[in-house]
């Protein structure tokens, strides 16, 4: 199971690593094709520099993630692996309430599958 618990953690930060590109650096293109029907095609432009902030707050996601396969202690590597699994599992939620509910699915559900190969490992 500690197999499965480190694909999908890696998985997750994988995925916050590309959104952070892309609210960072690709909002205007990549981000108005994912975000097509949560925002009108003349709002990209002028929410360039939020978007911009709120993918840096997803690298932040990315790095305690990866910073997970970096510590030795069994303990803390658990409980920093859930804390940062809990803060995107809170983040795919609030989102699928405030935007849309495929965020659920493409954030949300796979921390949660992350959270509880966690705990099973």
């Not at 978007?51 to 303990?75: C, H, M, R, S, V």
């Amino acid at each position: 199971m500690e197999i499965v618990a480190n694909i999908l953690i890696a998985a997750v930060a994988l995925e916050h690593l590309y959104i952070l590109w892309m609210e960072m650096f690709a909002w205007e293109t990549k981000g108005k094709e994912v975000f097509k029907s949560a925002l009108p095609p003349e709002m990209f432009k002028p929410t360039k520099g939020l978007a911009a902030n709120q993918g840096l707050y997803n690298g932040f996601l990315a790095a305690g993630l990866l910073w997970t396969f970096l510590i030795e202690d069994p303990k803390w590597q658990t409980n920093i692996a859930l804390f940062f699994l809990g803060c995107v599992a809170v983040a795919g939620i609030y989102g699928a309430v405030s935007a849309t509910k495929k965020i659920f699915f493409v954030q949300a559900l796979p921390a949660i599958l992350a959270i509880v190969a966690v705990l099973l490992k």
